[in-house]
């Protein structure tokens, strides 16, 4: 068993934030920001997706955490950061909070790499064209997102693509029904919509346990405010920086369609990855792959070298 994996049973805690921090996003909403590791070390950011919290993480901070400065962070209404209002759910919000948490936790000039899942690949995907992004993205990684058409490319109802089937899984993201405590038939249900059918069970409880604490409010809101109105293609072209992308190739929510048109667009995509058999919970449900990615790309971007061709940076992750 990989050191990575190694756990006290099948629900240890969570790693323990050396610091906590509150940024303060454009319009007031507080963040709640955690940094794990040595202070000087190389660092990297972690933006989780829709109904997450930094709780997600849990496999990439143990693993990263002994050797570089991990940043995670609870998306506004998520785990620890306050619920906001209706119209507080928006791509120009996942950017402006992405924005806060670097001014906040990195030092003027730091660099950083960035990964994102889902909403997280979406708030870094939103934010690529603002300054401090600029200022503090070295590279980034952008595990099973999208960047538009999430409604009509999802998988998880089993039907042709059409109108029928696009409206029936509008009202099943955007649903308001409670999802109550976690139980086998929840686990079946969300095995099916979010993970690859081999999954590790003690894997499915641990995102079901995750899922389950997000406030409906919060689901909710995300859903109908930003998922199913997304469009951040003109985004992605202004993403600059270094940027790899994976994706479960049993992917429901966001399919490798959608991987595919955003590495075609991206100007400096260096390495794509489709994981055989994973589903939309890449970083719970493959986390050695999602965590040699995020260290492959600290150890070129962050170690100085800005002069790297485009053809080394094809083979450098």
């Known amino acids: 068993m990989s050191r990575l994996m190694k756990r006290t049973g099948p629900a240890a805690a969570p790693p323990v ?17 955690e940094l794990h590791g ?10 989780h997706g829709w109904t997450c919290s930094t709780h997600f993480w849990a496999a990439q901070i143990r693993d990263l955490a002994g050797d ?36 906040t936790a990195l030092a003027p000039g730091t660099k950083a790499v960035l990964a994102g899942h889902s909403m997280g690949g979406m708030a870094i995907m939103a934010a690529a064209g603002r300054p401090k992004f600029a200022e503090h993205a070295a590279a ?4 099973s997102t999208g960047s ?43 095995r099916y919509a979010t ?33 199913e109105e997304l469009d951040l293609d003109a985004s992605v072209g202004q993403l600059s920086v270094p940027t790899a992308v ?9 399919p490798v369609v959608h991987t595919r048109a955003i590495a075609e667009a991206l100007p400096r995509c260096v390495d794509v990855t489709e994981l055989p058999g994973m589903g939309h919970m890449t970083p719970v449900e493959a986390p050695e792959a999602v965590n040699g990615l995020i260290r492959s790309l600290a150890d070129v971007y962050l170690d100085g070298r800005s002069d790297i061709s485009p053809k080394a940076e094809e083979q450098a992750v």
């Open 195 to 227: 993970m690859g059918p081999a999954t590790a069970p003690e894997r499915v409880a641990e995102c079901a346990r995750i899922v389950h604490a997000c406030p409906r409010g919060t689901r909710v809101g995300w859903a109908v405010g930003v998922l």
């Open 38 to 47: 040595p202070e000087d070390a190389p660092a990297v950011v972690l933006a």
């Open 68 to 103: 570089h400065r991990v940043i995670a962070y609870d998306q506004r209404g998520h785990g620890r950061s306050p619920a906001v209002a209706r119209d507080g759910h928006s791509t120009e919000a996942l950017a402006d909070d992405l924005e806060a948490v670097l001014a």
């Open 17 to 33: 934030a050396v610091r906590e921090l509150t940024a303060v996003s454009a319009d007031g909403s507080r963040i709640h920001v």
């Open 140 to 143: 980034a990684l952008l595990c």
């Open 246 to 254: 994976l994706v479960g190739t049993a992917d429901r929510l966001t």
């Open 148 to 190: 538009s058409r999430l409604v009509d490319e999802a998988l998880v109802v089993p039907m042709r693509p059409g109108r029928i089937r696009t409206r029936l899984t509008t009202s099943i993201l955007g649903s308001s029904a409670p999802l109550g405590p976690v139980t086998p038939l929840s686990k079946r249900v969300l």
